[in-house]
């Protein structure tokens, strides 16, 4: 049982920069492949970016493809997000979990997330 906790978010203005952390609660966290999701309100929860258990393969939503890079270290139980060109649209709470490749289907339960506002 992993219990991860979303952490990074805040308040940036477009075009600018945030880098989000997911660290988990053991070691187990190196077995699963990982993927972030976010959720707006009044809308479903989406896909953003996704790694392998070992790092080797990563995905992204089309719609931060190119801007988004995810990592992820095992050694200190985290995976990160680093989110460049930020847009309004990314003003949403930001969310990992443990994802079943390749379908990126979330395999845990949800966090609170980590709240991210872009300013225009």
């Known amino acids: 049982q992993v219990q991860l906790v979303e952490s990074g978010g805040g308040l940036v203005q477009a075009g600018g920069s945030l880098r989000l952390s997911c660290a988990a609660s053991?070691?187990?966290?190196?077995?699963?492949?990982m993927g972030w999701f976010r959720q707006a309100p009044g809308k479903e929860r989406e896909f953003v970016a996704a790694?392998?258990?070992?790092?080797?393969?990563?995905k992204y939503a089309d719609s931060v493809k190119g801007r988004f890079t995810i990592s992820r270290d095992n050694a200190k139980n985290t995976v990160f997000l680093q989110m460049n060109s930020l847009e309004p649209e990314g003003t949403t709470v930001y969310y990992c979990?443990?994802?079943?490749?390749?379908?990126?289907?979330?395999?845990?339960?949800w966090g609170q997330g980590t709240q991210v506002t872009v300013s225009s």
């Open positions: 979990n443990a994802v079943r490749l390749p379908t990126m289907t979330p395999l845990g339960s």
């Open positions: 053991t070691r187990t966290f190196s077995t699963y492949a």
């Open positions: 790694i392998s258990w070992n790092g080797g393969s990563t």
